[in-house]
Each structure stands twice: as C-alpha cells, then as structure tokens.
C-alpha cells in the first residue's frame, strides 16, 4: 500500500480533493474528508460550515478498544 487517497463523486467544497498522503486511516463525512497521517498529524478538507475541518493539534494519541 502506498497511502495515497483516491476520492471520488461530487465535491463542491473540495471533499474529494485529498492532500498529498500517505495516509493510513480516512474517515468522510457528507461534505468533508479526514485523512490520519504516517506522522499521526490529522488533515481535513472540504466544507468547514461548522468547524469539521478546523485545525487540531499536531499529533493525535491513538486509543484502540
């Protein structure tokens, strides 16, 4: 696997856009994307009407259960 993301369908605001990976984890929402990062850095992209795809810290602690 190489981490590179590939979206598809409509994308008014950018949803379907992904950054440059390499990514090991993606979670979408109806008009936003997130994507976990090799580096455990968290990136979000497309419509951030409700702050979905503001800016978190840097690295994420992943809890698994």
Do not use: E, M
Not at 15 to 26: K, L, M, R, T, W
Not at 48 to 64: C, D, E, I, S, W
């Amino acid at each position: 696997p190489t981490g590179t993301v590939t979206c598809w369908g409509g994308s008014p605001d950018g949803q379907a856009d992904p950054p440059p990976g390499p990514f090991i984890a993606i979670t979408a929402g109806y008009d936003h994307t997130c994507g976990l990062l090799a580096d455990q850095a968290l990136q979000c992209w497309g419509n951030n009407q409700a702050g979905q795809t503001n800016q978190f810290p840097k690295q994420v602690r992943l809890v698994y259960g």
